[in-house]
């Protein structure tokens, strides 16, 4: 059994920067994908940007060159460097994890959330 939990959020201005982290503990045979989803009020969920273990990385159009997602296979832990931070950026961003179990069943792990908040 892994848990997940995010850290880094708050408020910052239109054009800063913030660090999101995301911590993993647990019980498991494997940690696969891990990544970022964010969802903000009266919006749909996004897929913010995912990680393998090899480092192949995949990004949401509008992320694209302002977030870096990164990972400590070892510690099994993956980050999410936000610049050029844009108001709607403001979500709640969640971690998640594709965790293998012993014996292979395979679930999806979430973190409790950490906001995010571009505002001036």
């Known amino acids: 059994q892994v848990q997940l939990v995010e850290s880094g959020g708050g408020l910052v201005q239109p054009g800063g920067s913030l660090r999101l982290s995301c911590a993993a503990s647990g019980v498991a045979f494997s940690i696969n994908t891990m990544g970022w989803y964010r969802q903000a009020p009266g919006k749909q969920r996004e897929l913010v940007a995912t990680?393998?273990?090899?480092?192949?990385?995949n990004y949401l159009d509008s992320v694209k060159g302002r977030f870096t997602i990164s990972r400590d296979n070892a510690k099994n832990n993956v980050s999410l460097q936000m610049n050029t931070l844009k108001p709607e950026d403001t979500a709640a961003y969640y971690c998640h994890a594709h965790v293998v179990l012993h014996g292979g069943r395979m679930y999806v792990s979430w973190g409790q959330g950490t906001q995010v908040t571009v505002s001036s």
């Open positions: 990680i393998t273990t090899g480092g192949d990385t």
